[in-house]
């Protein structure tokens, strides 16, 4: 069975730093392109960043472009979000997700329980 | 960037009414479009995938049509359990999520 776990978030002020993690297991994880999304309290779901299965090739939201990297090491099935110069709207359960397929096209599944990161002071 | 309009919202039905979502993009994604469900306090759950192919364990009363920019969701038979939020997620280029539409019982 495919199970995602994050971890990692927290309270943290305007302008900190927070790095989340997802543990991967129950599939080759190396062979699979995951992403993370967010979903602010009470809203809709947001794409942040994706990464190829060999973190050749990294993709980000414009609205988080330049302040968050997204990265994993393969070796520990473990995906990974750094996130600076954080500010009050990245405030949200962020989720890593899975992509069905290791072709060009393909959905998220399946998703983690999400981790909740508030930027507050 | 594609964007993705859901409609409606907000939907209120009876149990064992026939529900339809639709979901326009802002320019053609093909067959690239998924479903979501996402329950209160739960990480969404893929119902559909390529417009119109079931994920594995999916109630067959769920079902997904359309291509190019015009796609559906249509619940034949609304069950309680299928109180949730509903999400379409185009996966063409990147991937971006329509704004939801909450599914609620009359």
């Known amino acids: 069975e495919v199970q995602l776990w994050e971890s990692g978030g927290g309270l943290v002020q305007p302008g900190g730093s927070l790095r989340l993690s997802c543990a991967a297991s129950?599939?080759?994880?190396?062979?699979?392109?995951m992403s993370w999304v967010r979903q602010a309290p009470g809203k809709g779901l947001e794409w942040v960043s994706a990464i190829s299965g060999s973190a050749a090739n990294t993709y980000y939201a414009d609205s988080v472009k330049g302040r968050f990297t997204i990265s994993r090491d393969n070796s520990k099935n473990t995906l990974y979000l750094q996130m600076n110069s954080l500010r009050a709207e990245d405030t949200a359960v962020y989720y890593c997700?899975?992509?069905?397929?290791?072709?060009?096209?393909?959905?998220?599944?399946?998703w983690g329980q999400g981790t909740l990161v508030t930027v507050s002071s | 960037d594609i964007q993705m309009t859901q409609s409606p919202s907000t939907l209120s039905a009876s149990v064992g009414d026939r529900v339809t979502i639709t979901c326009r993009a802002s320019?053609?994604?093909?067959?690239?479009l998924a479903w979501y469900q996402q329950k209160p306090g739960e990480a969404p759950k893929l119902l559909i995938y390529e417009a119109s192919s079931l994920e594995s364990g999916v109630p067959s009363r769920f079902s997904g049509s359309g291509s190019g920019t015009e796609f559906t969701l249509t619940i034949s038979s609304l069950q309680p359990d299928d109180i949730a939020t509903y999400y379409c997620q185009q996966y063409k280029s990147y991937w971006t999520f329509g704004q939801g539409t909450k599914v609620e019982i009359k």
């Open positions: 997700a899975k992509r069905t397929g290791s072709g060009s096209y393909s959905p998220l599944a399946p």
């Open positions: 129950g599939f080759t994880f190396s062979s699979y392109a």
């Open positions: 320019q053609t994604i093909s067959s690239w």
